[in-house]
């Protein structure tokens, strides 16, 4: 049949073809639009549209007539040459197998038919996906700075709360370049170091010892928190900023940012082995006192002033610095919303008051401190820490001083009163004569009366 089939005409093979659909030959195509013959589609029954098409090319004998059930019982089904299913990551949803192994498949008639059912694919279907919960993602915690009156604070009421460390970021190595030591204690270690991008200098200042514990992270934390709500002055070290650093054994630290200052007087007196002279202890006193007052009108008690926390100054806008806020706490700590973490600092610098647990007079606290600053400068001696000479100080009997005038002593026993309501506060300091006529004699108006653009 082939061979013939090959030897015929084109002509009769479209002849046949079309006779295979019930045509007696092939259609008229010579003629006009109009006189075209009728579409197939109009010369062929319903069942050969449905389950034919024409066939120009197939032999007569090779083509399957167009009646449903016959053509479903020649056809041979096989399984093997089927259309596999579609893949399943492309099913939204995962249908039943047993589906496909039921009786569906059946012949014309309506019995079950005895071809085998399209094989599935062998990979089981994934199981449908699970829809996952949302989490909300919690930013750092916001800790409220105790020292600010309108802070909102998340552990109101809850001074049993555990203190949830803040998160840690490796700054100091990444932007800065370490150019030196400034100086180091029991606590902290202060470098100078330089930015990388703009060259400034800086001092960070890192704890030696990791925060191992929610009293240490508060202690570091508030001292950062006294920093940025005292503000820029000229009289207190300018604060920049504040993060915590994982450190090499585990546990963290915490790293201050702080401007560059010199030698603290402490180093000084000890280094040149004499005392202040008169005009410097003025001028202490006058920096000192508004940098105090400063504090206070900000409700914020420094209770750690003495020569070692007393800085030389780089700038032209003062010689001396006041630094060190480790041991700061609000003015009135009942007030507060936080638990706030009380320090002893340097016994030798307290007042009786402190020492007897009352803590109504903060502000009066350092002034007192400040008295006894002046009174080791201008000495040049270590106060005592015991015995009969620390109670003959804070009883205000104060041995003369020889070199220096009568009214800066009588302000050295005033800061150092016994009772601390006549204690002066650091504006009377400013407005006491003794001040006043030295700045009236060098010509510059006093220090509280500078303002800074971040004050």
Wanted: glycine letters at 8%; aromatic letters at 6%.
């Amino acid at each position: 049949m082939l061979s013939s089939w090959h030897h015929q005409t084109p002509s009769q093979g479209l002849n046949l073809a079309f006779k295979g659909f019930g045509l007696d030959s092939q259609p008229d195509v010579a003629g006009t639009c109009s006189q075209q013959a009728a579409p197939l589609s109009s010369q062929l029954s319903q069942d050969q549209l449905m389950f034919g098409s024409q066939d120009f090319i197939t032999p007569v004998e090779q083509q399957t007539q167009a009646e449903a059930p016959d053509a479903l019982q020649a056809l041979q089904f096989d399984p093997r040459r089927a259309p596999g299913p579609p893949s399943p990551c492309r099913i939204k949803r995962p249908r039943n197998n047993t589906a496909f192994m039921d009786n569906s498949w059946s012949q014309g008639d309506g019995e079950p038919s005895t071809s085998s059912p399209p094989q599935s694919d062998s990979r089981p279907c994934p199981p449908p996906p699970q829809r996952q919960k949302l989490r909300r993602v919690l930013s750092p915690r916001r800790f409220s700075n105790v020292f600010l009156a309108d802070a909102s604070d998340e552990l109101e009421n809850d001074k049993a709360a555990t203190f949830r460390p803040l998160p840690t970021a490796d700054i100091s190595a990444r932007v800065f370049k370490e150019v030196g030591v400034l100086g180091q204690g029991c606590f902290s270690k202060v470098t100078r170091v330089q930015h990388r991008l703009d060259g400034s200098l800086y001092a960070i200042k890192r704890s030696i010892r990791p925060l191992l514990t929610d009293a240490d992270r508060r202690q570091w934390c508030q001292e950062v928190q006294a920093l940025a709500a005292a503000g820029a002055h000229p009289g207190i070290v300018q604060y920049y900023g504040a993060w915590m650093e994982e450190g090499q054994r585990g546990g963290e630290h915490m790293c201050i940012q702080l401007g560059v200052c010199g030698m603290s007087l402490g180093s000084r007196l000890a280094l040149q082995g004499h005392p202040l002279k008169e005009p410097e202890l003025l001028e202490v006193l006058s920096q000192m006192a508004a940098a105090l007052q400063h504090l206070h009108d900000r409700g914020i008690a420094h209770l750690d002033v003495k020569p070692d926390n007393i800085f030389a100054a780089k700038d032209e806008e003062a010689q001396y610095r006041l630094g060190d806020f480790g041991l700061a706490r609000p003015l009135h700590p009942k007030q507060a919303r936080v638990p706030v973490v009380s320090g002893e600092g340097d016994c030798r610098y307290l007042p009786r008051e402190l020492l007897n647990d009352d803590h109504s007079q903060l502000d009066k606290a350092d002034m007192f401190a400040l008295g006894c600053t002046l009174y080791e400068l201008a000495t040049n001696c270590t106060l005592p820490s015991e015995g009969d000479k620390y109670q003959t100080l804070r009883d205000g009997r104060l041995p003369l001083l020889p070199s220096l005038t009568r009214s800066f002593q009588d302000m050295v026993k005033l800061l150092m009163h016994p009772e601390p309501q006549r204690r002066p506060a650091g504006s009377a300091v400013l407005a006491s004569g003794l001040l006043t006529k030295r700045n009236q004699s060098n010509g510059f108006a006093p220090l509280s009366l500078q303002r800074s653009s971040h004050g």
